[in-house]
């Protein structure tokens, strides 16, 4: 089980609660969180990454584990806390703006 | 008896405003969406409890919201949570967000005059069809024009407007290189005008597929060749739809007009105490009654002297009269976005816009005197009116 925190707006967009959790088969990285984000809510494609280039939108950051894996690459695996459900996927967004 | 609803986007979220044709006592839903950037709604004009919205955000994009129930429930009409987002044959269904250009979008200018890629930013206006309310246009930045056939759930680009030709000297204006203004052609159901800052207007004839420049007559002293093709900073057009070949346009600098449907301007400015503004609109009952909002310089975007004062025109332009009564006539400093006026279909027109101060006023008399209807919104960015039964 992959426990995963999103922004308020996106919360609200997929029309969710708290933490999402998601099965995933395979190997945990970026790009399968995303993916079965997207698959589960559909209406969040093009919110995080976009619909193109599949590159992570630039006022986004990914956390998980005390540390920033926003440059990470997509396929890299995410830490074991985070495959294991130990600890949560962060989607954050930058603060900015009024 | 008749209704009005009048549909604000803000800075924060969309706001529904109704009331009945007195148009006294108002009833204020919102903020939906709220903490996002609604560019714009508009009803479709075949069913008027079709809505869409531009919700936009810099963190998350693009976002199409529709409603069936004049406003009361929305949804994303892409796929529904639990369905497959690819279709039986494996390719990625297409999605309400999605607006992707048409091949290899090329490059415009930017502010240097350098190419730069075109990139989608957000949708500015929605204009859906005038006969069937699953069509709709949408008008984006960077400058570029959309259509959907299925509600709102894909969008393909109409290519032929940004690949005509002049697409690579486009440039943006202020807030950047937008396509704002869609004008549907009531009598020539293949005829669309648009208008791009900074480009200028542009018109097709056969339904999108091809278009051309329609700018002769309009002079911009502060671009390189004051008379080109293209370029020019086009804040606004308006049409009435009983006589859609007289355009009206608020331009960057000039109140302008045309009376051949596009194909030549002349400036009708007269005696306005400037003629820079962002929005213009016909009154809905007599062609040559338009409405301009004067704002003091590109680089002071308030009203002159702090006064706020619509100027009407019952000659179609050149004599201009100040509209005050009910307006703040000291001290006030607001600005009238481009897309935040509009004009109800009531026997006695009605005329509402907002600003950026939050504030959104109507004219039940057409204009002689104003109210609030609410003062205290986040910064108005459109405003539209629907005439119900």
Known sequence: MIRVVLPAHLRTLARVDGEVELQIEGQVTQRSVLDAIEARYPMLRGTIRDHVTQRRRPFLRFFACGQDLSHELPDAPLPDAVASGAEPFFVVGAIAGG | ?389
């Open chain 2, 1 to 389: 008896m008749s209704r009005v609803r009048v549909l604000a986007g803000t800075r924060k979220g969309a706001f529904v405003l109704t009331s009945d044709a007195k148009r006294e006592r108002w009833e204020v839903s919102g903020p939906h969406f709220a903490g996002w950037e609604i560019y714009h709604l508009k009803g479709s004009p075949a069913d008027p409890n079709r809505l869409y919205a531009s919700q936009t955000s810099g963190w998350f994009g693009q976002i199409i919201q529709r409603s069936n129930d004049g406003g009361k429930t929305w949804e994303q009409p892409g796929t529904k949570p639990g369905e497959p987002t690819t279709t039986p044959d494996g390719m990625p269904k297409g999605e309400s967000n999605k607006f992707v250009y048409d091949g290899d979008p090329g490059t415009h200018q930017w502010y240097d005059g350098t190419p730069h890629p075109w990139e989608f930013k957000r949708v500015w206006h929605l204009e859906p069809s005038l006969t069937d309310p699953d069509t709709v246009y949408a008008g984006v930045e960077d400058a570029a024009l959309f259509r959907t056939v299925d509600g709102g759930r894909t969008w393909q680009e109409l290519s032929g407007l940004r690949g005509h030709g002049s697409g690579s000297r486009w440039q943006p204006g202020a807030g950047g290189m937008c396509l704002h203004t869609i004008l549907l052609d009531p009598s020539h159901p293949e005829r669309i005008f648009i208008a791009i800052s900074a480009a200028g207007v542009f018109r097709t004839d056969d339904a999108g597929k091809t278009w051309r420049p329609m700018n002769r007559g309009l002079r911009s002293e502060y671009i390189p060749d004051p008379n080109a093709e293209v370029g020019h900073c086009v804040h606004r057009i308006a049409m009435h739809r009983s006589r859609p070949s007289v355009l009206f346009m608020q331009k960057h600098w000039d109140v302008m007009r045309s009376d051949d449907a596009g194909e030549s301007w002349q400036e009708v400015s007269g005696n306005l105490p400037t003629d820079f503004g962002f929005p213009i609109d016909v009154h809905a009952h007599e062609p040559d009654t338009i409405y301009v909002v004067p704002i003091k310089s590109d680089s002071e975007h308030y009203p002159p002297d702090g006064k706020l004062r619509v100027y009407r025109s019952r000659t179609g332009g050149h004599e201009w009269e100040a509209l005050t009564k009910g307006l703040p006539q000291s001290n006030c400093y607001v600005n009238v976005f481009r897309d935040a006026m509009a004009v109800d279909s009531l026997d006695s027109c009605g005329v509402y816009f907002g600003t950026t101060g939050g504030q959104v006023y109507a004219s039940a008399n057409a204009g002689d005197s104003w109210a609030p209807i609410v003062r205290d919104l986040p910064a108005v960015l459109s405003v539209e009116v629907q005439t119900l039964p």
